[in-house]
């Protein structure tokens, strides 16, 4: 009986998460796939958050028994602030945004927004405070003002219009005989992957939400559309709480921390200047990502030569 009534459950869940607003969580975490685990506890209340501040506390996690991903990790992100989350592939940093939206409960510790534990609110009142910026957003076979105004009800046509602004759509925008009414997505406009990106920050400021969870945000970018949209993200990053998670690490060199994971534990943590007049592993991958940068720079010279 459990298994008839699991996938019924899984779906329920879905439905309600699209519902909400959260489908560019479902693209990241691919929900399907996802072992739905978590409950909320009964007469959970809403999140109500007035610093929004993110800690984990002494978190241990692991999907599977004898298989720990998140050892003992601690941290705080300050209301307001950037914290990047740096590290080797498998170090575990998309696993810390997994448990921020509670998709999973950890094993020991506790995760607080707002000073409050998490696994005590409504996983939806949780949700709300968060959004996020993705490596590859979903878009709806649907206007392009509808999926700006998506997740936020009742946005209406000036809020839409000012984020799209602030997103630097309107020169896509202006361009299209139909401006916001153009038909997007599969069956619509095909947009680029930068322009797809300006559509998530654009709903992402439409909703509005104090915490932010960029996931490697412009890894699937060319360079320069790269640039372009590091400064619309600035934008949207200013007064919220944000925490990045990055590959390329010229992309988070000025935020305001930078947590170096390795093996699920805190190996290193500090600015950037820090962190290299330090001479550990961020030292060490710097060197390593710049010393790249400067072999693709040459190979392009060179081509352009020939
Ligand atoms: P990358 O930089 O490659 O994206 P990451 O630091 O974000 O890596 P995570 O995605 O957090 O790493 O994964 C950490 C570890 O947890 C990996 O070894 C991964 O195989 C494992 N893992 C991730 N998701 C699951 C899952 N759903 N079930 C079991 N193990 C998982």
């Given at each position: ?252 060199a ?16 500090g600015t950037h200047t820090a962190l290299l007049a330090k001479g550990?592993?961020y030292a060490?991958?710097w060197s ?19």
């Open positions: 009986l459990i298994q008839l009534f699991r996938p019924l459950d899984v779906l329920g869940w879905v439905y309600r998460t699209i519902r909400q607003g959260l489908v560019d969580m479902a693209e990241m975490f691919r929900l399907i796939d996802t072992d739905i685990e978590v409950k909320d506890v009964a007469g959970a209340p809403a999140l109500i958050v007035r610093t929004p501040t993110v800690v984990f506390d002494n978190v241990t996690f692991g999907y599977e028994p004898g298989r720990t991903i998140l050892d003992g990790l601690s941290f705080k992100v300050p209301a307001g602030s950037t914290t990047a989350i740096v590290g080797p592939s498998g170090a575990g940093k998309s696993t810390i945004g997994r448990l921020l939206f509670r998709f999973y409960d950890p094993q020991g510790g506790r995760v607080l927004v707002g000073g409050e534990d998490i696994a005590l609110v409504t996983q939806d009142s949780l949700r709300q405070q968060i959004g996020i910026v993705p490596q590859d957003s979903v878009l709806f076979n649907e206007s392009l003002a509808y999926n700006i105004g998506y997740g936020a009800e009742g946005a209406d046509e000036a809020l839409i219009e000012q984020a799209a602004r602030d997103a630097a759509l309107m020169p896509l925008i202006s361009r299209l005989p139909e401006g916001f009414g153009t038909m997007v997505g599969e069956r619509g406009l095909k947009l680029s992957g930068g322009e797809k990106q300006r559509v998530a920050i654009a709903r992402t400021l439409v909703k509005n939400p104090p915490i932010l969870l960029l996931d490697e945000a412009t890894s699937a970018l060319d360079t320069r559309t790269e640039q372009e949209i590091l400064g619309t993200l600035k934008r949207l990053e200013e007064g919220r709480t944000t925490i990045a998670i990055a590959h390329r690490l010229s992309t988070i000025d935020s305001d921390n930078i947590l170096v994971l390795d093996h699920g534990r805190l190996a290193e943590s550990g592993l060490e991958m390593r990502q710049a010393s790249e940068q400067r072999g693709e720079g040459e190979a392009v010279a060179s081509e352009a030569a020939e």
